[in-house]
C-alpha cells in the first residue's frame, strides 16, 4: 500500500469518527431537550393541578351559593314566603309548629301526635303554622335539615295537602334516619320518599325542583325566621304567643292524650 493510500485511508477514518461524533452529539442535545420539555410540562401540569385544587377549595358550597340566590317563593307561603299556615279559613286559633327534619324527637312527635293534629286541622279546631329549623345541620355537621326543608318547600309548591304528607313520611319510622346519619343530604332519597305521597310520586315538576335546588334559598329564609323567634328546641308549640306543653313539663307533649288536653287548655286560654 503506498504512502498516498494509507492517508487517504486515514483521512478517511477520521471524517468517519468526526460523523459519528456529531451524530451522537445531536442525539444528546435532542434527548436533552426532550427532558427539558418533559420537565416543563410536567412543571405546568403540576402547577395547572394546584391552580385547578385551590379554584375547586375556593369555589363556594352549592349551600353557600343558595344564600345569593333569587328568593322562588312557594305557593301556599304567604307573601313573605315564609308563613305557612295551613287549615280551614275559619279556625280562629293558629298552632305554631317548630320543628327541624333531622330532629329525632320531632319524629316522635310525628308518629304518635301528627294523626290528632291531621284530624283537629281537618275538624276546623285550629290551623298550624309551620316553622322549619335547620340548626342540627351544625351540631351533627351536614347538610340534610337543609335539603329536607328544601324538598318540604317544594312539596307545599304542589299543595298543603302533599306538604304535610310529606312531611309525615319524612319523619315515619321506615324513612326517617339517626340525628347523625346525614342521609336527608341525598335529593335522591328525598325523591324516593316522596314516592310514598300521591300527589308526589312521579311528579316531574317535584322531583325537578329538588334536584335542582329550586327551594334551598326558601330553606335558608325559613330557617333564619325560626333563628329569630326566640325558639331554642324542636318541637316546639305555640298559641297565642304562649307553648303549649305537657302538664308539668316544659316540653312538647308527646302522645295524643296529653297534647289534646294541652291543646284545649290552650284553646280557652
Known sequence: MSSRN?????????ERLRAEREREA?????????????????VLALAGGASYAIMQAMKPSAWEAAKDKT???PANSGSDGTTVVIGKADAKKTLELYE?????ICSQFEQTVGPTIKKDVDAGKYKIQFIGATFIDNGSPGTGSKTALSALGAALNVSPEAFLEYKSALYSAKFHPEETTDKFKSRDYLIEIADTVPALKGNAAFDKAVKD????KWALVMSDKFNSSGVTGTPTLKMDGKKVTAD?????????????????KALKG
Do not use: H, W
Open 248 to 264: 308539668g313539663s316544659e316540653n312538647a307533649p308527646m302522645d295524643a292524650a296529653s297534647f289534646s288536653a294541652a291543646i284545649d
Open 71 to 73: 328568593l322562588v317563593k
Open 26 to 42: 445531536k442525539k444528546a442535545k435532542t434527548r436533552r431537550q426532550i427532558i427539558v420539555a418533559a420537565s416543563v410540562v410536567g
Open 6 to 14: 494509507s492517508q487517504a485511508n486515514k483521512a478517511a477514518a477520521r
Open 100 to 104: 327541624d327534619p333531622r330532629c329525632p
Open 213 to 216: 335546588g329550586t327551594y334551598d
